[in-house]
């Protein structure tokens, strides 16, 4: 396979290459962004680039449930049976996500600032054991013990939390807590569950 070239997406670097038949799946719960919260984004992105210049809004918005993880071509149809299973008997549920938190990933290789969930923890811990229980089955790693559910918002290359944290961040959250009707905008109801899998999209109705 050919290293990747990361100027092709934006300066990502793949956390695993990407060979034929390996599939980079993840479950997500979408989040359709209306117009008050594109506002507010572009509030915050603009006060924090003051801080971290490079930084970038994201064009999509979702709450994760699962790592990014590789599928064989062949698994994924019965993955995504199993996770219907898993998921058929789940009601449709409010979170309220509030909390600007600053994020690396894992290998350090970029920095997010998210909305972190401050009311409905417990009802995406039981959707994440659902998930992991099909993982699991698969022979792929579950998700983070302890997780910090969130809503990315934007990122940057490279770890520069250090420039987003204390001062910054205080600021960024003075905005979303003096944002207009801010409480009614930030509680989410979430109506289904989707898994990405390659350029697939598998969509889960929550009852």
């Known amino acids: 396979t050919f290293p990747d070239d990361s100027s092709r997406h934006g300066g990502r670097v793949r956390g695993f290459p990407h060979e034929r038949g390996n599939w980079a799946t993840h479950v997500y719960l979408p989040y359709s962004a209306e117009e008050e919260f594109l506002e507010l984004l572009e509030l915050l992105v603009a006060h924090a680039r003051a801080h971290v210049p490079s930084l970038a809004a994201m064009e999509e ?3 994760s449930l699962s790592q990014c993880v590789v599928l064989r071509y062949h698994w994924i149809d019965p993955f995504v049976r199993s996770l219907r299973e898993h998921l058929a008997s789940f009601h449709r549920f409010f979170c ?3 909390q600007v938190k600053v994020y690396t990933n894992q290998n350090k290789t970029r920095t997010f600032i998210g909305l972190e969930v401050s009311a409905g923890h417990f009802q995406l811990l039981e959707l994440v054991s659902e ?3 099909v993982l699991e089955e ?3 790693p579950t998700f983070y013990k302890d997780p910090s559910f969130h809503i990315s918002l934007a990122w940057c290359v490279g770890d520069l ?3 987003l944290e204390g001062q910054c961040l205080r600021e960024l ?3 979303v807590d003096g944002f207009e009707d801010s409480a009614h905008l930030l509680r989410v109801q979430w109506e289904q569950i989707r ?3 390659g350029n697939k999209y598998f969509s889960f109705p929550l009852r």
Do not use: M
């Open 195 to 197: 898994c990405k899998s």
């Open 96 to 98: 309220v996500a509030d």
């Open 131 to 133: 998930v992991d229980r």
């Open 173 to 175: 959250q003075d905005i």
């Open 138 to 140: 698969f022979d792929l």
């Open 161 to 163: 939390s250090g420039r």
């Open 61 to 63: 918005f979702h709450l």
